[in-house]
């Protein structure tokens, strides 16, 4: 999900609060993808090879000691990618078009409009 969606998720609702107070959202973007999914849909706009290698936990963890980041950072990092992997993350809601009247922005279109 864009940040520019999250700002006029968030805007609607502070500007007209009452409609949405006590209500919990699930707010996502449009679709569910994989980091494959992801990396494929980059390397397509961006006309350059871009892969995602599916690390093992101990790979993960490993690949990210480099960086000198606090025990919890790398924790965050780590449980980020395995809770994609699992699809805990998949769910996709309308909320942000139910609040907004727009639907959110889909990943072909954000790369396509943020590419250098």
């Not at 107070?21 to 390397?43: C, D, N, Q």
């Amino acid at each position: 999900m864009s940040r520019a969606d999250v700002a006029r998720t968030a805007v609607a609702a502070l500007v007209d609060p009452a409609p949405h107070a006590a209500r919990p959202y699930e707010i996502t973007g449009p679709e569910a993808l994989t980091l494959t999914e992801v990396a494929a849909t980059i390397s397509r706009i961006r006309g350059q090879d871009i892969t995602f290698h599916d690390e093992s936990i101990e790979e993960a963890y490993r690949s990210r000691a480099c960086y000198g980041a606090p025990d919890w950072q790398v924790d965050a990092w780590v449980s980020t990618y395995t809770a994609i992997a699992s699809g805990i993350m998949a769910p996709v809601s309308d909320s942000v078009e139910q609040i907004t009247g727009t639907a959110p922005m889909n990943l072909e279109t954000y790369v396509s409009t943020h590419t250098r």
